[in-house]
């Protein structure tokens, strides 16, 4: 899986398995899917597909919100390959169709598995609970039909510990497909404190 990479910075590019949309445009609200209902992140109140967006001090890709096709991973045990190396936290950009607790695997070089907790809030006009960042609040709630004002949609930052010393070659998403993962970046510590800048784009991983 393509990814952007420095010593201390891995933007993972997930498009290559996303498998659901979980924002719309107003003018087309019934491609949304994010939930059983169908309801949908407003993508005019989301930043611009392909850009990159700093949060918590942590770069992403921001994926293709509002273009008709799929900008999220809705979780059910995918395999996110990652280039080997050793980090110390996983960021994610996700939400949760309710507040959910639940684990991922983390897959090292030399074979072992670490599960790690994931805990995320309800994306429904709920506050954070678990300690996570509020990445994004669209004010509007879209459904299939039409756009809901007043009904606000939360995007989160959360983090997920690596506390093996070893290289990190692969991460097992929750087979839980309230979980959505919009984005993912790997990060050692001292790129949180300053350290070396992200560089250009590479094959890591395919």
């Known amino acids: 899986m393509p990814s952007t990479a420095s010593t201390t910075t891995r933007i993972l590019d997930l498009s290559a398995v996303f498998d659901n949309i979980g924002a719309s445009r107003a003018a087309a ?18 930043p611009e597909p392909g850009t990159t967006v700093t949060v918590d001090e942590v770069p992403f890709l921001v994926p ?15 395999l996110l390959e990652v280039q080997p190396d050793r980090y110390d936290w996983l960021y994610l950009l996700a939400a949760a169709e309710r507040r959910v607790e639940d684990e991922v695997a983390l897959h090292f070089a030399d074979g072992t598995v670490d599960f790690e ?4 809030s309800d994306f429904w006009a709920a506050p954070a609970v678990f300690g996570e960042s509020e990445a994004f609040r669209t004010p509007a709630m879209h459904y299939p039909q039409h756009v809901q004002f007043g009904v606000p949609a939360g995007l989160f930052c959360q983090r997920v510990p690596v506390t093996r010393r070893a290289p990190l070659a692969g991460v097992r998403l929750p087979r839980n497909t309230a979980v959505h993962v919009f984005a993912a970046t790997l990060l050692r510590a001292a790129a949180a404190a300053g350290g070396p800048r992200t560089t250009d784009l590479t094959g890591a991983g395919r």
């Open 64 to 78: 293709p919100f509002g273009t008709g096709g799929p900008d999220n991973v809705r979780c059910a045990g995918q």
């Open 29 to 46: 609200t019934s491609t949304g899917a994010f939930n059983v209902w169908r309801n949908s992140f407003s993508a005019e109140h989301l």
């Open 117 to 120: 907790a994931l805990r995320l």
